[in-house]
C-alpha cells in the first residue's frame, strides 16, 4: 500500500478537553481507525489520464447486514476526510466532521446502518493524491498529480463498495462538494443508489463560485512559495497563498448575518479609550478569526489538493453533456431523493436546489426538499440544526422501514 | 506643491476608439485638466498624527455662481479620483467615472451647478499620499504615511471649500466609500452641507465587510515584494497581492445574477469537443475577466495606499462615539437626504440604506430614499440606469428650485 500518514488537523492542535479520552459520549460511534484500502487496477479518469493504482483511507461504523443493504456512503466536502464521525483511536480530540449526524440512534443510525466515509481521491488524508509518492518517480507526485472530476471520485469509490461486496448502497449522502458526489453516483452508477441525499449543494457552480475559487487559486499559484507545485522538493510550503484562499473560503461559508452576530465590530484589543490603533495588525475580532482559520489550514492542507479540489467543484456540471438540460442529466437516475438547503447558504442558495429538484421531478423522480430557515449559511450543512436533522432522521427512518431494518434501538440526537 | 504624476489608469491602457480625439459628445463637460491645490497649515488627524503639509488634485466643472450658493462636492469611491467627468485633456481616452451623471443637461447639471471633485488625501492619483515625497526625508512616505480617516478626508476637503469661498456646498454627493465621505461632512460640519446625497453605501462595514477588506490587505502584506511597505526603495511592486485584491473586490462589486449573465460557465477556449483543459490556467470567462482586473489594477495602483482606503472603510463608524446610535450621531446634521441603494447589492446592501433612513427621520430630518431594483450589485451605482439617474436628476431639480438657479438649459441624459 502507498499511503502517507497525515492528519486531518494539525498535530499542535490541542485536545478538546471536554472529551475524557476512553470514554465514549451516548451516540458516538467511539474510537475508530482508517483502514487503508489499495487498487491496484488502473483507473481512467476524466481528462484521459490513468492512474496505474490508488490507495483510499476509509472508515466504517456499524454492521453490514447479511444481505448487505444497509450501506450508506457519505461524501465529504472540501477540507474533510474519511473520518465522519466517532473519536480517532490516535488522537481521541479528533471528532469526525459529521459525527452530529452518524452515530448510534443519531440521524444516520448506525444501530441499523453500515455507513462508509472514504477520503477523496486526490486528498490529503491517507488517500493517493499530490502528497503520495508516484511509484514511477520515486518522488511525490505534488504537481504532476492528474487533476479529478467528482465523477472520477464516485468511479473510485464504487471499487469501495466492490471491496465490501456492496452492490447497492440503501443510501448516498453528502453536503456541498459531498452532495455533488452524491448527485453524480445517481447519474453514474443508477442501480447502486437506493436514496440520494443532497445537502446544501449545487449542479453546478454559478460564475461567482467560480470567480472564488479562482482567487483562491491565484493566491496559491503566485505565491513564490508555491515554486511551480514542487513545494515539497524546494522545501518551501506556499502557506501565505493557502490561508488567503482559506480566509476567502470561510467568508463564503458563513452568512452576512452569523457574521455579524458572532463577530459584529467588536474590537480585538482597543486602546483605554476604546481607539483604533491606525495599522494593519489585528484591529476586529473577524480579522483574528479570518487569519487564525488561514494559518492553522496552511499548517495542514496540501495547496496542490486544494487547487485540485476547487477545479473538481468548477468542472462538475452534468447538464454539459446533455446541452446544459439538467433534466435530461438526470433522467438516467433511478434514486428517491432528498434535497436539503438553507435559507442564508449564499454559496449554494436554495436556487440552486430547487433547479434539481425541478429537474428530478421532470423525470418523475421521487423526490423530497427542505429548505430550512437557518442563519448559518453554508456551514449550516454541518451543524445541529434541530429541524434539518429531524428531516434526515425521518428520511432514514423511512429507508430503513423499506428495507426492514428494523426500528431505531435507541433514541439520541434531535428525538433525545 | 509637491505632487506626483500618476494617472488614473495605465498608460499601456488602450485608446476607447469609440470617442473621436477633440470632439466632445452632448452631455460631456469636455476637455478637463486637474489643478493641484497646496494647503500649507498642518493637518491634524484622527490618529492624533500631523501632516504638516498637502497637496490635492482637483477638477471642477460649470461655472460657481457670484453667490457661491450652487457648488457640489463629489467625493469618490476606493479606486477613483478626482477626475469625474469629461475627457483628460492629456488622455482623451480617459472619461471621468461618474461621466454619466455630471455633465451639462445630465443629472448633476454643470449648467446650473459648480461641480468639484477631489482626489482624496492618501490616494495616488495626484494628491499626498504614500507615493508622495515626504518632505522631511526626500524620500517617498511610503508606509510611514499615516492612516486616514473618512472624518480626515473631510477635514482635508473642507479647505478646498474654503479656497473657492464655498461657505456652504449646495450639494455633497458620493457613491459607496464617496457616500461615506457626504454623511460624515453632513455630521462634521453641518452647516456647510444643503443636500447630502449617499448611494450605496453605509454608515459602517458589518463583518462580512471587514473580512473582504482583511482578505485583501492579508493579500498585499503577504506578498514578499511589499518589503513592509517600501517596495518603492527596493524596486519591487507587490503585484500578485494586489491583483488578489482587486479580485475579491470585484466579486463584491457586482451580484451574482450579472456575473452570471455576463459570464455564466463560458468557457475561455475549449478543445475541439468543448473538452475542458485540466489545469490552472483560464479555463472559464470569469477566470480571464478577474485576473484582467486584478493584472490592469496592480499596474497602476499603489499597495500602501489600498490598504490605507480599505481601513479608513473599516474605520468609518460615526455612532461610535454616541454608544453605537447612528440617530444620535446623526442629530447634529442639518442637511436634508437622499438616499438611494440597489436591489441586488449584496456589498452594501439597502437595510444599510434603510437604516440611515430611520436614523434621519427619528431626528425628523428631510429624507428622500430611493431603493433601485437593478441586477448590477453594488457597481450599480457607477453605472446609467434610467431610474436610478431620474431619481437623483429630479433630486437635484429640486435643489436648483429652492436656490433659484433657473430651469435646465438643455436636455440630456434620462430625459433625452
Known sequence: MTTTA?????????????????????????????????????????????????????????????ARSNAVLVCHALNASHHVAGMDAERPDQIGWWDNMVGPGKAVDTDRFFVIGVNN??????????????????QPWGASFPLLTVEDWVHAQARVADHFGIG?????????????????????????????????????????????????????????DFRGGDYHAHGTVPANGLSVARMVGHIT???????????GRTQRAPGPTGDYRYNYDIEFEVESYLRHQGEKFSRYFDA????????????????????GDLSKALAAAQAR???????????????????????????????????IDAPHGHDAFL????RYHAVVQGYYDGIAARLGLGARRRVTGVLA
Open 383 to 386: 451543524l445541529g440544526d434541530r
Open 168 to 224: 447497492r448502497f440503501a443510501a448516498v449522502m453528502g453536503g456541498s462538494l459531498g452532495g455533488m458526489q452524491a448527485l453524480s453516483w445517481a447519474i453514474t452508477c443508477p442501480d447502486r443508489v437506493g436514496d440520494c441525499i443532497v445537502v446544501a449543494s449545487t449542479a453546478r457552480l454559478s460564475a461567482q463560485n467560480i470567480a472564488f475559487n479562482e482567487v483562491a487559486r491565484r493566491a496559491i499559484l503566485t505565491d513564490p
Open 121 to 138: 481521491l486526490g486528498s490529503c488524508f491517507g488517500s493517493t493524491g499530490p502528497t503520495s509518492i508516484n511509484p514511477a518517480t520515486g
Open 6 to 66: 497525515v492528519f486531518p488537523v494539525p498535530a499542535s492542535a490541542p485536545a478538546d478537553s471536554a472529551i475524557e479520552p476512553r470514554i465514549v459520549p451516548e451516540g458516538s460511534v467511539g474510537f475508530v481507525s482508517p483502514e487503508f484500502l489499495h487498487f491496484s487496477e488502473p483507473l481512467t479518469l476524466s481528462s484521459g489520464q490513468v492512474l496505474p493504482s490508488y490507495t483510499l483511507a476509509v472508515e466504517t461504523y456499524g454492521q453490514l447486514n447479511a
Open 304 to 323: 496542490n489538493t486544494y487547487l485540485l479540489l476547487t477545479r473538481a467543484l468548477d468542472y462538475f456540471d452534468p447538464a454539459r453533456a446533455h446541452g
Open 253 to 263: 461559508y458563513q452568512s452576512d448575518e452569523v457574521m455579524a452576530s458572532k463577530f
Open 337 to 371: 431523493f432528498l434535497l436539503v438547503s438553507f435559507s442564508t447558504d449564499w454559496r449554494f442558495a436554495p436556487e440552486h436546489s430547487r433547479e434539481i429538484v425541478r429537474a428530478l421531478l421532470k423525470n418523475q423522480r421521487e423526490v423530497t426538499y427542505a429548505e
